[in-house]
């Protein structure tokens, strides 16, 4: 084992844009930090945007405000955003973008006057973007150049199997797996920038690396989660054929946004009378909206038609979604784009303080990994990348302010236990089968049946502590579906279709002794309990 010499002020696990904007930071404040990444820096979600960051820009045209982005975001989330989190991370976005714009972020349309466009649940143009449907891409370029320029510690190709912890609970430094072995690095505090788990169902949009491992290395640390049920599927895959499995290619919503139209196998338009909004109605709407129109019509797609936007101005202002059309030999400007939902974001997670403090000393979570109150039962479109920006900022800033040099022990040694592992495979199936747009009590138990059937394994390599990080993700995603009975938000559920004013409080999930997830009391409402 590969113990470093060396005990850093702050490990962030994750170089997305939570993580890198974290790490320059605290960097920027003077910590010694050193940022981790199962892969290479630019492996996560951040490079996969595509839509943009919702914020209200200063400047032309007029109309939109902070109150007016808090209201969508509130209707988004249907009742369960911790009103101050939304209000709070929202206002602070301006300033949150200018700093990105700093480090050399370029938006179409230049700093003065940036285009906007709309997405889903907005009621404004405010969602800012780069290279047509490139954002992500330039976030993460602008980001990891800063990083690389300002010679950051950038740790590739280790996965972070552990978050270690002294004999008072208190944060001490992570274990590590790569493909040559196990490692320990000291650190007095981590930050987990983990992002997603949409790797947990058969088909997603999510990158490879989103497998959930950060809620995973919460829970076994001890920390809250909470809203897990709500996974957000997005309305519009682009459709490889039936059972396609792994990653599927997103087509943005802000081509609804340019006025793309969605319709059914028959040509039937699917929004019609579904929502006032229509086809940029709020993703949960649509998305459910999708499937039931799909069983409807029995099909497992439905189209979106943008063929009025042209191919030439498909290709500039669109060139991800082209490209990604082009590949399976499909034109948008001359016919529809086959479409599906796909697992896509997780909306709840490891619940945080607007600091990005959680419940265990030491340990801080910020992005697609944490539960801060945002989001809500669903995200609203763009609101993410908004909040890794502000999120990262504040959680490097919180370890700077809760950082002391009075103890510094040098990290005790992982535990070695086996865990329980799932067969990763029967997992995805399962979860897409019975723990997606429409779920029932039937199914959410079959679904946790397969999540139980676990051998128990020693976990030696970077793949084998994402399948226990999978297993456990899912058993506690599942045990707060099952207990949500109601609908609300992206949680929809067949046999309990209507939303219950008793169920407008947040689910947490804790671990017990014997290492299964559970729900907590007291419920949570907002923040930290
Ligand atoms: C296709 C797509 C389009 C999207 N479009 C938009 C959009 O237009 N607007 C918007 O606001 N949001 C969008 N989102 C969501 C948004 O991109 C993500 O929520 C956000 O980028 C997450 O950033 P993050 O920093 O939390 O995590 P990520 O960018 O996902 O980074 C996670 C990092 O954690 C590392 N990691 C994970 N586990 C471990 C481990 N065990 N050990 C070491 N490292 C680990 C990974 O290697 C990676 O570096 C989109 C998402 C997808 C998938």
Known sequence: MTIWDVTVDLAVVGTGVAGLTAALRAAELGLRVVAVTKTTVEDGNTRCAQGGIAVVWPGPPPGDSVDAHVADTLVAGAGLCDETAVRTILAAGPAA????KMHGAVFDGGWADVHRTREGGHRAYRVIHAGGDATGAEIERTLAGAARSRQLMLLEGQSVSEVLRDDTGRVAGLALLDELGAGVLGARAVLLATGGLGQLYAASTNADVATGDGLALALRAGALTADLEFVQFHPTALYLGTGSRGRQPLVT???RG?????????????????HPLGGLAPRDVVAGAITRRMAATGTDHVLLDATHLG????RRRFPTVHAACASVGVDPGCEPIPVAPAAHYQCGGVVTDTSGRTTVPGLYAAGEVARTGLHGANRLASNSLLEGLVMGRRAAEAVAADFTVSRCPGPPLPSHEPRPVADRDALQQSMSAHAGIGRDSAGLAAASAVAGATTRRRIRTPHDAEDAGLTLAAAAVLAAAAARTESRGCHLRTDHPRSAERWRRSIAVVLDDDGTPVLAEPVLIGGVA
Request: charged share 20%; glycine share 10%; aromatic share 0%.
């Open 97 to 100: 973008v200018s700093e990105l």
């Open 253 to 255: 919503e802000a081509i």
């Open 258 to 274: 340019e006025g793309a139209v969605l319709l059914d196998i028959d040509g039937a338009p699917v929004m019609t009378g579904v």
């Open 311 to 314: 191919s030439a101005e498909l």
